[in-house]
């Protein structure tokens, strides 16, 4: 069974930082495209950062450029999301998620793109 287990979250201050991990198991995610998406409270779910399968190439959404890296462990299996300054407007459920048929980064970074995905980990932030 195909697993992905995000981890990390919690409640901090704004100008805090948070580093989120997903550990996969099941299969190996080495020659996979990965991502991290999030969900706002009555909001859609949004793109946040994504990486090619060597880390070698990466990819953010405006409103996290600069702030967030994304970064995986391949001999671990694990994908990363490092988060400094946050904002409250960072305040979401984030998801980790990996796709089974793109290596490399997709133009769009849709949420169709991926199509394994993670239960998800709260990140709160307080003003």
């Known amino acids: 069974q195909v697993r992905l287990v995000e981890s990390g979250g919690g409640l901090v201050q704004a100008g805090d930082s948070l580093r989120l991990s997903c550990s996969a198991s099941?299969?190996?995610?080495?020659?996979?495209?990965m991502a991290w998406f999030r969900q706002a409270p009555g909001k859609e779910r949004e793109f946040v950062a994504a990486?090619?399968?060597?880390?070698?190439?990466?990819s953010y959404a405006d409103s996290t450029k600069g702030r967030f890296t994304i970064s995986r462990d391949n001999s671990k299996n694990t994908l990363y999301l490092q988060m400094n300054s946050l904002k409250p407007e960072d305040t979401a459920v984030y998801y980790c998620?990996?796709?089974?048929?793109?290596?490399?980064?997709?133009?769009?970074?849709?949420?169709?793109?991926?199509?394994?995905w993670g239960q998800g980990t709260q990140v709160t932030v307080s003003s």
């Open positions: 998620a990996a796709s089974s048929f793109l290596s490399e980064l997709s133009s769009s970074n849709r949420e169709t793109d991926f199509d394994y």
């Open positions: 099941g299969r190996t995610f080495g020659t996979s495209a």
């Open positions: 990486v090619n399968w060597s880390g070698g190439r990466t």
